[in-house]
T-cell receptor
Framework: SQTIHQWPATLVQPVGSPLSLECTVE??????LYWYRQAAGRGLQLLFY??????ISSEVPQNLSASRPQDRQFILSSKKLLLSDSGFYLC?????????????FGPGTRLTVL | AQSVTQLDSHVSVSEGTPVLLRCNYS??????LFWYVQHPNKGLQLLLK??????LVKGINGFEAEFKKSETSFHLTKPSAHMSDAAEYFC??????????????FGPGTSLSVIP
């Protein structure tokens, strides 16, 4: 069966520090991968999505970036964090080989920028 | 264009009473529709999905939803609320195209409280 992991589970970082969040999927190949952010008391905001290695689409211009160095690995990064980057970051995947477009979500990373 | 409206930002029910979470959608295509649940500080878990098969969809934990094209609705129901149902619920509309991500739209969410 397929599983999705996110690391770390929680993170507290000072303003101006770098960021690296990792998402990995097991049990599937060539998934579509997504990064969302959920600010406190708000809905989900799509940040990036990827349909393959090295292919990244950005939905919201900001100080974040994403990379997909391997088929089942998706990384969210920042060179300098802002206070507004605080939130709950969720990774999701879709099996591109199936007819379904169901998204499956990871457990999330809680980021607090101080 | 697609859009999703969740009519109630917060719903409160007593344990053992029925749950109704409302969702209306707008789509230029035949959409796929989903309900997800999110418990505090957890990821989103798929409750159920509609993909143009049966209009009444049964999901996990006793939840079900009915697709009504004439009303453009996909309301989530459960006959009897349990304390563990307290969570945030998201309605999602999606175009069935894995290469066209911009067609996946999340509703703003409904917070469900269950009173003992």
């Amino acid at each position: 069966s397929q599983t999705i992991h996110q690391w770390p589970a929680t993170l507290v970082q000072p303003v101006g520090s770098p960021l690296s969040l990792e998402c990995t999927v097991e049990g599937t190949s060539n998934p579509n991968l997504y990064w969302y952010r959920q600010a406190a008391g708000r809905g989900l905001q799509l940040l990036f999505y990827s349909v393959g290695i090295g292919q990244i689409s950005s939905e919201v211009p900001q100080n974040l970036s994403a990379s997909r160095p391997q088929d089942r690995q998706f990384i969210l990064s920042s060179k300098k964090l802002l206070l507004s980057d605080s939130g709950f970051y969720l990774c999701a995947w879709i099996d591109s080989g199936l007819s379904t477009d169901t998204q499956y979500f990871g457990p999330g990373t809680r980021l607090t920028v101080l | 264009a697609q859009s999703v409206t969740q009519l109630d930002s917060h719903v409160s029910v007593s344990e053992g009473t029925p749950v109704l979470l409302r969702c209306n959608y707008s789509s230029s295509y035949s959409p796929s529709l989903f309900w997800y649940v999110q418990h505090p500080n957890k990821g989103l878990q798929l409750l159920l999905k509609y993909t143009s098969a049966a209009t009444l969809v049964k999901g996990i934990n006793g939840f079900e939803a009915e697709f009504k094209k004439s009303e453009t609705s996909f309301h989530l129901t459960k006959p009897s609320a349990h304390m563990s149902d307290a969570a945030e619920y998201f309605c999602v509309v999606s175009r069935s195209s894995k290469t066209s991500y911009d067609k996946v739209i999340f509703g703003p969410g409904t917070s469900l409280s269950v009173i003992p």
